[in-house]
């Protein structure tokens, strides 16, 4: 006996219904190589974000600086020109006792003195005090000159420096701004990537707890010696987004740190840091050349030789020592000292 139609129908809808059933497990989770990825992922933004962060922040201290050097420049600008107009008040008195005598008739002339001297001896006197009085008048009228020259000047001056504070100070709240959203696009990175992070299975974050190569490693002698041998002690401590040590670090901060140990300064992002020194390549990596890493510039790692590199990589994995085409795409190597 044949099943009825719609019996067949229901039969084949429900088997349709399982078969989907069956299969759509398969899809829903990711594998833990997929988790990893996507963790990474997330973590790599993060970081270019921490990057951006904190260069935002260089930007806003550099320009706050300008706006009180211009500050400082208007003030003394100011202060000068207020000088140079007591100056000029001073001289012009001089000047204007000078220019009083000759209308009401005083002849300062060598002839005038000749002519009214009463002896040899009387005429040298009145020249000797004919140069004083030319001297004093020659005086008067240079400093006057010279007096509102320098509060012209000064004005000038003055006003350049009320620009530039005020564009400054426009520049400031602009990036004031700018910071506050670059902050709150990283907070929630890093707080997608911590998320993920917890999700991933027990081996995986053992996997990426692994402390690596830990054995002594010899660096050369020198400042790019000194900065390894730093870095390298630091193998073991977290990663952590913004941190700046000495008890866990960011890749950037670690590099800073070290060759700040070392005596030498460098700046404390990826994207300032990816200009220092000069340029090798890849063939000519040596120990502790700083290595860039990604198209944005936004991961940083030191050489420990030629095939390896010590970094802070990201947050559940400690400072170590990686491959150094493992880490990522290269970007540019800066050799630091020598």
Request: charged share 25%; aromatic share 4%.
């Amino acid at each position: 006996m044949r099943p009825h139609p719609v019996q067949r129908a229901t039969t084949l809808a429900a088997a349709v219904v399982a078969a989907f059933t069956v299969a759509a497990p398969a899809h829903a989770q990711p594998t833990a190589s997929e988790a990893l990825e996507k963790y990474e992922e997330l973590s790599r933004d993060a970081e270019r974000l921490h990057q951006d962060h904190l260069k935002a922040r260089e930007d806003l201290g550099a320009r706050q600086a300008e706006v009180d050097r211009a500050r400082a420049d208007l003030a003394a600008a100011a202060q000068t020109g207020a000088e140079a107009l007591a100056e000029q008040e001073r001289f012009r008195g001089q000047v204007d006792l000078l220019t009083e005598a000759s209308f009401e008739g005083a002849r300062l002339t060598t002839l005038s003195a000749l002519l009214v001297a009463d002896s040899q001896q009387d005429f040298l006197n009145r020249m000797s005090a004919l140069g004083v009085l030319a001297a004093d008048s020659g005086e008067a009228l240079g400093r006057l000159s010279a007096a509102v020259d320098s509060a012209e000047r000064s004005k000038n001056a003055a006003a350049d420096a009320e620009q530039r504070a005020s564009v400054a100070a426009d520049e400031a709240a602009r990036l004031v701004d700018d910071l506050a959203a670059r902050k709150q696009a990283m907070d929630e990175q890093v707080a997608d990537a911590r998320a993920h992070y917890e999700s991933l299975s027990a081996p995986v974050k053992a996997a990426l707890a692994a402390p690596g190569d830990t054995s002594a490693v010899a660096v050369p002698a020198g400042a790019a010696g000194a900065a390894l041998e730093f870095a390298l002690a630091q193998r073991g401590k977290p990663y952590v987004f913004g941190s700046n040590g000495p008890d866990s670090w960011d890749c950037s901060s670690l590099t800073q740190a070290a060759y700040r140990a070392a005596g030498v300064s460098i700046p404390r992002t990826t994207y300032t840091q990816a200009t220092v020194g000069r340029a090798v390549s890849r063939a000519q990596v040596q120990a502790g050349d700083l290595i860039i890493y990604y198209a944005e510039q936004s991961h940083v790692a030191m050489a420990v030789d030629g095939t390896r590199a010590v970094h802070a990589s990201t947050e559940g994995v400690p400072v170590r020592i990686a491959d150094i085409d493992s880490i990522g795409p290269v970007s540019t190597i800066r050799r630091v000292v020598g």
